[in-house]
């Protein structure tokens, strides 16, 4: 969390060693949220993209008040929102291995995963978008329920339905694919 | 497939990596951004960074000075009728990366510092002579930069390896002088000094610095700067500046001469991932006492940690953090600048208490921010120990020990007298094991 701050500190005074150490650090997080919200890989680059852009672009005006994974959570989702309500993208959840790059390197342990991030990205994709948030941001983002109340406008109380709603559906979901 | 049975850990661990073309195109289009907005900061930014870095101040100075005077001399003829372009001036600065000059520090209430030449190679490597005949080379061109002080007449050096310190390089002149605010300037007229015709500026661009410059008209180059810090009530003159002269690579050698007694002093700037650790790795690290706390009847629970300094100086703190029965969290930090030496402005402090002859707690001027910091840095560092709200009752202690160590005490709430007592009381010296 620490190194976090410095890098953030450094590449507000203008280092690219730091942004490029901050890419390289978040990418394949910030990607996971992104895909877990829009369901498609294509789309979630894109907002990568614009969320690198625009922390360059906005670099002097960040203060943060939590951790920088969660900031920067927060400003994927919020991208990824408006590029749903812009392009009116409907989730249509992965199919095959449609560009999913995953971390691990052993063709089986990439098989399995691979398998299995599908069939996440399938599940989350039928849940409704705030639901989707909330489990996103919680489980894959670290945040507290508190902050994404906070960071959504929303009370704590809906974001923590929502989020237990969100766990019943891709139990249900998740387990009957097995089933089939 | 296998059943999902814990739905949490799969999307914990759902990981989707960009594809490697599309990450090449999203770095290389933040990085030339980034690079844009470069050139825009080195004339905002850097002005106040260096005025505010001790290392950096006296050569920001000089280039705040070169920049002050192409700034002024921009609009075109000076009253003396010397005419000194732009343009001009510009070149002749892309001639110069060298420069030295003499330098003298004079503090309103009498206490002066020593007078000192000052040459700097380039703008991370300068060596200083100071009156009384000590001898500073300050590197700062690798990774880890390097300060040898030199006493001749004692044979004695102090080497300071600041490790991940570097590579710094003060702000690249002409960038500071194109975008210079040119608006609050005024103009003294001139003065003859040795023959040379000088014009004056005078500049003060914050609260903080009071430029008066003094202008070759001639060369085109600074005779006189004198920079008045009106709030730390001292100022610092620089004259006899000389751009073109030869130097000896070997002055500026960071390797002590023979038959010198050197002292190592090794401080860590590089980054740390917060971790646990024993009182005995405090010792490891640091080049002063580590003290360690004795057993206390109201602390409940107790962790050491190290971590990177949360104030911003890129140095390692050692933090030992106290959970007690009143609900209180109380941090004790230690770091190898902390030391009466540096902090000398603890004495001004209040007094509050004394425990024994020699070990004395005072107030910190901004103990409220200090604490902040500290207390919110250790909360999220380590969550499951410390959770906590912050307090508007919290404060700083400064804790001088009787061999010039400091401790900081950052408490969430005030700490009771009696508390605090036993508490200084129980600090004793690391032990090696």
Same mark, same amino acid.
């Given at each position: 969390?620490?190194?976090?701050?410095?890098?953030?500190?450094?590449?507000?005074?203008?280092?690219?060693?730091?942004?490029?150490?901050?890419?390289?650090?978040?990418?394949?997080?910030?990607?996971?949220?992104?895909?877990?919200?829009?369901?498609?890989?294509?789309?979630?680059?894109?907002?990568?993209?614009?969320?690198?852009?625009?922390? #360059?672009?906005?670099?002097?005006?960040? %203060?943060?008040?939590?951790?920088?994974?969660?900031?920067?959570?927060?400003?994927?989702?919020?991208?990824?929102?408006?590029?749903?309500?812009?392009?009116?993208?409907?989730?249509?959840?992965?199919?095959?291995?449609?560009?999913?790059?995953?971390?691990?390197?052993?063709?089986?342990?990439?098989?399995?995963?691979?398998?299995?991030?599908?069939?996440?990205? %399938?599940?989350?994709?039928?849940?409704?978008?705030?639901?989707?948030?909330?489990?996103?941001?919680?489980?894959?983002?670290?945040?507290?329920?508190?902050?994404?109340?906070?960071?959504?406008?929303?009370?704590?109380?809906?974001?923590?339905?929502?989020?237990?709603?969100?766990?019943?559906?891709?139990?249900?979901?998740?387990?009957?694919?097995?089933?089939? | 497939? %296998?059943?999902?049975?814990?739905?949490?850990?799969?999307?914990?661990?759902?990981?989707?990596?960009?594809?490697?073309?599309?990450?090449?195109?999203?770095?290389?289009?933040?990085?030339?951004?980034?690079?844009?907005?470069? %050139?825009?900061?080195?004339?905002?930014?850097?002005?106040?960074?260096?005025?505010?870095?001790?290392?950096?101040?006296?050569?920001?100075?000089?280039?705040?000075?070169?920049?002050?005077?192409?700034?002024?001399?921009?609009?075109?003829?000076?009253?003396?009728?010397?005419?000194?372009?732009?343009?001009?001036?510009?070149?002749?600065?892309?001639?110069?990366?060298?420069?030295?000059?003499?330098?003298?520090?004079?503090?309103?209430?009498?206490?002066?510092?020593?007078?000192?030449?000052?040459?700097?190679?380039?703008?991370?490597?300068?060596?200083?002579?100071?009156? =009384?005949?000590?001898?500073?080379?300050?590197?700062?061109?690798?990774?880890?930069?390097?300060?040898?002080?030199?006493?001749?007449?004692?044979?004695?050096?102090?080497?300071?390896?600041?490790?991940?310190?570097?590579?710094?390089?003060?702000?690249?002149?002409?960038?500071?002088?194109?975008?210079?605010?040119?608006?609050?300037?005024?103009?003294?007229?001139?003065?003859?000094?040795?023959?040379?015709?000088?014009?004056?500026?005078?500049?003060?661009?914050?609260?903080?610095?009071?430029?008066?410059?003094?202008? =070759?008209?001639?060369?085109?180059?600074? #005779?006189?700067?004198?920079?008045?810090?009106?709030?730390?009530?001292?100022?610092?003159?620089?004259?006899?500046?000389?751009?073109?002269?030869?130097?000896?690579?070997?002055?500026?050698?960071?390797?002590?001469?023979?038959?010198?007694?050197?002292?190592?002093?090794?401080?860590?700037?590089?980054?740390?991932?917060?971790?646990?650790?024993?009182?005995?790795?405090?010792?490891?690290?640091?080049?002063?006492?580590?003290?360690?706390?004795?057993?206390?009847?109201?602390?409940?629970?107790?962790?050491?940690?190290?971590?990177?300094?949360?104030?911003?100086?890129?140095?390692?703190?050692?933090?030992?953090?106290?959970?007690?029965?009143? =609900?209180?969290?109380?941090?004790?930090?230690?770091?190898?600048?902390?030391?009466?030496?540096?902090?000398?402005?603890?004495?001004?402090?209040?007094?509050?208490?004394?425990?024994?002859?020699?070990?004395?707690?005072?107030?910190?001027?901004?103990?409220?921010?200090?604490?902040?910091?500290?207390?919110?840095?250790?909360?999220?560092?380590?969550?499951?120990?410390?959770?906590?709200?912050?307090?508007?009752?919290?404060?700083?202690?400064?804790?001088?020990?009787?061999?010039?160590? #400091?401790?900081?005490?950052?408490?969430?709430?005030?700490?009771?007298?009696?508390?605090?007592?036993?508490?200084?009381?129980?600090?004793?010296?690391?032990?090696?094991?």
């Amino acid at each position: 969390m620490l190194e976090d701050k410095i890098l953030l500190w450094r590449f507000k005074r203008g280092s690219t060693i730091a942004l490029e150490r901050i890419y390289t650090k978040h990418k394949v997080y910030l990607t996971s949220v992104a895909t877990a919200l829009l369901n498609d890989t294509h789309a979630a680059e894109d907002a990568l993209h614009d969320f690198f852009v625009l922390l #360059v672009q906005s670099a002097d005006s960040i %203060k943060l008040n939590r951790s920088f994974k969660a900031y920067s959570a927060v400003c994927v989702a919020n991208i990824a929102k408006n590029k749903l309500k812009r392009r009116k993208l409907e989730p249509a959840a992965l199919e095959g291995s449609c560009a999913i790059e995953t971390e691990y390197p052993e063709p089986v342990l990439l098989a399995q995963q691979q398998e299995q991030t599908i069939a996440i990205n %399938k599940a989350l994709a039928k849940l409704p978008y705030e639901q989707r948030e909330a489990v996103t941001l919680h489980l894959l983002a670290g945040m507290t329920f508190a902050q994404i109340a906070k960071s959504t406008d929303t009370s704590i109380n809906t974001i923590q339905s929502r989020y237990r709603y969100g766990l019943d559906k891709l139990k249900t979901l998740l387990n009957n694919e097995v089933i089939k | 497939m %296998k059943p999902f049975n814990n739905i949490s850990d799969l999307i914990t661990n759902f990981n989707v990596n960009p594809r490697a073309q599309k990450q090449d195109e999203i770095l290389s289009d933040a990085i030339q951004l980034q690079k844009k907005r470069n %050139k825009e900061l080195l004339a905002e930014n850097k002005w106040k960074h260096i005025m505010k870095n001790n290392i950096t101040k006296l050569a920001a100075a000089a280039v705040i000075l070169i920049a002050l005077i192409i700034t002024f001399n921009h609009n075109g003829v000076s009253p003396d009728g010397a005419t000194i372009a732009w343009a001009d001036v510009v070149k002749q600065l892309n001639n110069y990366e060298k420069y030295k000059c003499r330098q003298r520090v004079i503090v309103d209430n009498g206490t002066d510092l020593p007078t000192m030449e000052v040459i700097h190679v380039n703008l991370s490597l300068r060596r200083q002579e100071v009156e =009384d005949g000590t001898i500073h080379i300050i590197d700062m061109q690798n990774e880890d930069a390097i300060l040898v002080e030199l006493k001749p007449d004692e044979q004695k050096a102090v080497v300071t390896k600041m490790l991940g310190y570097g590579p710094k390089k003060d702000p690249d002149i002409i960038d500071m002088v194109k975008r210079f605010d040119q608006e609050s300037t005024e103009r003294l007229g001139t003065k003859e000094v040795d023959g040379k015709n000088l014009y004056g500026f005078r500049h003060k661009p914050n609260e903080h610095n009071d430029f008066t410059v003094w202008v =070759d008209t001639g060369t085109k180059l600074p #005779v006189e700067i004198e920079l008045r810090h009106p709030k730390m009530k001292n100022m610092i003159y620089m004259d006899n500046f000389e751009f073109d002269f030869e130097y000896d690579p070997e002055d500026f050698s960071t390797k002590v001469p023979e038959g010198y007694v050197v002292e190592t002093i090794i401080n860590d700037y590089r980054p740390v991932e917060p971790k646990q650790i024993s009182a005995n790795e405090i010792q490891a690290g640091l080049n002063h006492t580590a003290y360690t706390i004795g057993n206390l009847p109201w602390v409940t629970d107790i962790m050491t940690v190290q971590t990177i300094d949360p104030l911003g100086s890129r140095a390692i703190s050692y933090i030992t953090a106290l959970n007690t029965i009143d =609900d209180n969290n109380i941090l004790l930090i230690q770091g190898n600048y902390y030391d009466t030496g540096r902090m000398i402005w603890i004495f001004n402090q209040q007094l509050v208490l004394e425990s024994g002859p020699e070990i004395k707690v005072y107030t910190h001027p901004n103990g409220k921010e200090y604490a902040k910091y500290f207390l919110e840095g250790f909360s999220k560092d380590m969550p499951d120990f410390a959770e906590f709200e912050l307090s508007d009752q919290r404060q700083t202690r400064m804790i001088t020990m009787p061999d010039e160590v #400091v401790i900081g005490m950052a408490a969430n709430r005030p700490v009771s007298d009696e508390m605090l007592k036993d508490l200084v009381n129980s600090l004793a010296p690391v032990q090696s094991e």
